[in-house]
């Protein structure tokens, strides 16, 4: 199994752009999750879909942030338009059903925007 | 809202020395996982501690889940350059709850 597939791994843009990050959970798995990551806020929970569906997306800090999930192997998470501050590392898991509900990540994609 | 603290933040040491990992919270969890996180990758699974006062053993690592389910530790006996990286404690309710993080270094 290739696991999370995460594209891009690296994104650097400018201020205002339109940013694209792209997620293929592992097959068979009805959960999906965004993180982002940062120095001074660690790792939190944006959205995640059970399902397709989106169940929480309390993390999303602003309307600037959206995430999309059309079928059980892609979703996206777009920023438009991107600030500075969304500079992070985003990452994206996946979870099956099973009782330790251990969920598995992507590599990430470290997003810069200038 | 649930949240979970650990200590120390940053940690460098010699290679063979023993260490502890500590994660507390004010909150009740019905489980809690460990996870390690290398540099350029996502964190990965450790451990998931279910009972109160549950003990697991992983080779040189021990992690520890309180009476009370509400915190954890993580020990560390003879710690080797390859332990080095992100430890975090997530706590497991209807979604995860990740610590901040311990940033560990071990020295050669």
């Known amino acids: 199994d290739a696991g999370v597939i995460q594209s891009p791994r690296h994104e650097v843009t400018e201020m205002g752009q339109e940013v694209t990050l792209r997620c293929k959970p592992i097959?068979?798995?009805?959960?999906l999750f965004w993180y982002r990551q940062t120095m001074m806020r660690g790792l939190e929970l944006l959205i995640y879909?059970?399902?397709?569906?989106?169940?929480?997306d309390s993390g999303m800090p602003e309307d600037r942030f959206s995430a999309k999930m059309p079928n059980a192997s892609f979703s996206t998470l777009k920023i438009q338009p991107s600030e500075p501050r969304d500079s992070a590392v985003y990452f994206c898991?996946?979870?099956?059903?099973?009782?330790?509900?251990?969920?598995?990540f992507g590599p990430g994609t470290r997003l810069t925007v200038l | 809202t649930q949240l979970l603290e650990q200590s120390p933040q940053f940690l460098s040491i010699q290679e063979g020395e023993n260490l502890t990992v500590y994660c507390n919270s004010s909150?009740?969890?019905?489980?809690l996982q460990w996870y390690r996180q290398e540099p350029g990758e996502g964190p990965v699974l450790l451990v998931t501690?279910?009972?109160?006062?549950e003990v697991k053993k992983l080779k040189r690592l021990t992690f520890q889940f309180g009476d009370a389910r509400k915190d954890s530790s993580l020990h560390i006996t003879a710690a080797q350059p390859g332990d080095t990286g992100l430890y975090l404690c997530?706590?497991?309710?209807?979604?995860?709850?990740f610590g901040a993080g311990t940033i560990l270094r071990v020295k050669s």
């Open positions: 898991a996946s979870s099956g059903s099973g009782r330790d509900n251990e969920q598995f």
């Open positions: 097959s068979g798995h009805n959960s």
């Open positions: 879909f059970n399902n397709n569906v989106p169940i929480d």
């Open positions: 909150s009740v969890f019905s489980s």
């Open positions: 501690v279910v009972t109160g006062g």
């Open positions: 997530a706590g497991v309710g209807n979604k995860l709850v």
